[in-house]
């Protein structure tokens, strides 16, 4: 029976013992009404948690420090130095379409309208994948390429009501 009782006190929470002037639960205070310490508290061997770093004792583990970056980051861009790019192109060539489109000829507006036509997948394309206010700019651009088109369709009709321009006629 010595090997069982040596086994059972091997696997048992160990006691804690207090000092006298050592203040807080002990065996005979749970037993007397006291306040039970937790479950984790024989095994703790009366050792206060580590609640910072600072706290932790010194040793290996303290002298261990993060590695170096191998490499440098690039840098960030800034919201005040970032600037969209400007429409104006965008303005002036559409501007030379409506010119285009309302040329007393039958070619000019022909390709105006090509082109305003083959213009509004593209601008709507972007109006989709843009954000904020480029969506709003690329909704003028649409709108202004819808009224190129039809600019291009009514100043020739417009031309040919007042005689400017010769009906088109079949080479024989």
Known sequence: MDGHDEEARRWAPPERRAAPDEPGPTRDA???GG???SAAAPWTRALPPARNPRDAPAGPASELRAPDVPWDAPPE???ADQREPSMLPIAIGIALLAALAC???WVAPTIA???ALVGLPIAW???R???GRRRVQYIVVVLTLVLVAALAVVAPLTW???GVLEPLTVPD
């Open 30 to 32: 749970t037993a007397g």
């Open 35 to 37: 306040t039970p310490p």
């Open 77 to 79: 861009p800034e919201a």
């Open 103 to 105: 040329v007393p000829h």
């Open 113 to 115: 309208l090509m082109i």
């Open 125 to 127: 394309g972007f109006r």
């Open 129 to 131: 994948i843009s954000h």
């Open 160 to 162: 040919l009501q007042l």
